[in-house]
């Protein structure tokens, strides 16, 4: 490919990383990448720094028809110049099928996200997903279920996205970031990490505990992130008394993690989940619910269990605390499945491999 063409909408930080890791990647090899994303997005990912020449694209979290005209029409004008076009999301695939000219370029569209909570929501976003499945050349999944709902959906086309891993690099020892918590050196330590949202399932992590009836003997548990959900949850905390911070934004999460003991995850859903990634690096045990890509990410290096269970994900938080020698094993393992996840060459390879079927499978569509 000589140029390709990423669009994007307004995304959280595991997508815009993988947006920002690809362009660099791309234009590192001699592509030419071009972004059509918000000037926000451009911005916090720092695009242009990475190599890419940013064209500046309103995307909406719903269809409006006014601004999707505008947004095609400067989507139409960048695909003339592009070999290949890599939609990132739903919305940024269903406008990239709208603005390509009969079957060129290439299209592929990645799925990140499942469909979210709330019934209009989710109707909203299978319509777009529908249109971006069967609009597209074709399509990958950040993990099995998503691949799975794009053979639905009509797609002609479908594998699994290759995403790099991110590897955590702690800048404070272990005994300043516990010094900077008040932990007591007994004081075994859990860190969860996520923004404060019914998706990270933080409602089901207190509820787990209450279950478990973990106490301040057993273990502070530190929450990095913030959100909507943020004083729902301090109120359920402050009720029950339950041994657990909630500690806003932070940005030592590589810090937390490798001075904790213990991570967990209560997620509804999880793509590939980059701080379980950067748990694994620095050999940390976990325990998470078996949700969307967090098996295909975490691959027997930690303790899984069933999301709707909070029964269940107490008493695998609490065997982990409890049994040193569990946690001994766990640490081994994280270390050796970070070891073999996906490098950033790796994914820009596999992208590339992705864009040479689809330009393929575009040309052989326009000659029938």
Same mark, same amino acid.
């Given at each position: 490919?000589?140029?390709?063409? #990423?669009?994007?909408? %307004? %995304?959280?930080?595991?997508? /815009?990383?993988?947006?920002?890791?690809?362009?660099? @990647?791309? %234009?590192?090899? /001699?592509?030419?990448?071009?972004? &059509?994303?918000?000037?926000?997005?451009? @911005?916090? +990912? /720092?695009?242009?720094?990475?190599?890419?020449?940013?064209?500046?694209?309103?995307?909406?979290?719903?269809?409006?028809?006014?601004?999707?005209?505008?947004?095609?029409?400067?989507?139409?004008?960048? #695909?003339?110049?592009?070999?290949?076009?890599? =939609?990132?999301?739903?919305?940024?695939?269903?406008?990239?099928?709208?603005?390509?000219?009969?079957?060129?370029?290439?299209?592929?569209?990645?799925?990140?996200?499942?469909?979210?909570?709330?019934?209009?929501?989710?109707?909203?976003?299978?319509?777009?997903?529908? #249109?971006?499945?069967?609009?597209?050349?074709?399509?990958?999944?950040?993990?099995?279920?998503?691949?799975?709902?794009?053979?639905?959906?009509? *797609?002609?086309?479908?594998?699994?996205?290759?995403?790099?891993?991110?590897?955590?690099?702690?800048?404070?020892?272990?005994?300043?970031?516990?010094?900077?918590?008040?932990?007591?050196?007994?004081?075994?330590?859990?860190?969860?990490?996520?923004?404060?949202?019914?998706?990270?399932? +933080?409602?089901?992590?207190?509820?787990?505990?209450?279950?478990?009836?973990?106490?301040?003997?057993?273990?502070?548990?530190?929450?990095?992130?913030?959100?909507?959900?943020?004083?729902?949850?301090?109120?359920?905390?402050?009720?029950?008394?339950?041994?657990?911070?909630?500690?806003?934004?932070?940005?030592?999460?590589?810090?937390?993690?490798?001075? !904790?003991?213990?991570?967990? @995850?209560? &997620?509804?859903?999880?793509?590939?989940?980059?701080?379980?990634?950067?748990?694994?690096?620095?050999?940390?045990?976990?325990?998470?619910?078996?949700?969307?890509?967090?098996?295909?990410?975490?691959?027997? !290096?930690?303790?899984?269990?069933?999301?709707?269970?909070?029964?269940?994900?107490?008493? *695998?938080?609490?065997?982990?605390?409890?049994?040193?020698?569990?946690?001994?094993?766990?640490? =081994?393992?994280?270390? *050796?499945?970070?070891?073999?996840?996906?490098?950033?060459?790796?994914?820009?390879?596999?992208?590339?491999?992705?864009?040479?079927?689809?330009?393929?499978? !575009?040309?052989?569509?326009?000659?029938?």
């Amino acid at each position: 490919m000589s140029a390709i063409l #990423m669009v994007t909408g %307004v %995304v959280a930080g595991g997508v /815009g990383r993988h947006v920002e890791q690809l362009t660099r @990647s791309l %234009v590192g090899l /001699g592509h030419t990448v071009l972004v &059509a994303c918000p000037d926000v997005v451009a @911005s916090h +990912f /720092g695009l242009v720094e990475a190599g890419a020449q940013h064209v500046a694209l309103e995307v909406g979290s719903r269809p409006s028809p006014h601004r999707d005209r505008r947004s095609t029409a400067v989507l139409r004008e960048a #695909m003339r110049e592009v070999d290949v076009v890599h =939609a990132h999301g739903v919305r940024a695939g269903a406008l990239a099928t709208m603005a390509r000219d009969g079957e060129r370029p290439g299209l592929v569209v990645t799925l990140h996200n499942a469909a979210p909570e709330g019934r209009l929501a989710a109707v909203v976003h299978r319509g777009l997903e529908r #249109m971006a499945c069967r609009g597209a050349d074709l399509v990958l999944g950040v993990s099995a279920d998503l691949v799975a709902d794009a053979w639905e959906r009509g *797609a002609a086309d479908v594998a699994l996205a290759v995403v790099p891993a991110v590897r955590a690099t702690p800048q404070q020892d272990r005994g300043q970031v516990r010094e900077a918590l008040g932990l007591a050196d007994s004081t075994l330590l859990v860190v969860a990490v996520g923004r404060l949202a019914p998706q990270k399932g +933080f409602d089901r992590l207190l509820d787990a505990l209450v279950a478990a009836g973990t106490t301040s003997d057993d273990a502070l548990v530190a929450i990095a992130g913030d959100g909507p959900q943020a004083q729902a949850l301090q109120r359920r905390i402050d009720r029950a008394g339950l041994p657990v911070r909630l500690l806003g934004h932070r940005s030592d999460v590589p810090d937390l993690l490798a001075a !904790a003991d213990v991570a967990v @995850s209560a &997620a509804r859903w999880e793509g590939q989940p980059v701080w379980l990634q950067e748990a694994l690096s620095v050999g940390l045990p976990i325990v998470a619910t078996d949700v969307g890509g967090t098996e295909q990410v975490l691959d027997g !290096a930690a303790v899984l269990v069933p999301a709707d269970n909070p029964d269940a994900l107490g008493a *695998a938080l609490t065997a982990l605390l409890v049994d040193e020698g569990l946690r001994d094993d766990l640490r =081994a393992r994280a270390l *050796a499945r970070a070891a073999v996840l996906p490098t950033e060459e790796d994914a820009a390879q596999a992208a590339l491999e992705a864009y040479r079927r689809a330009v393929s499978a !575009a040309a052989v569509r326009d000659v029938d």
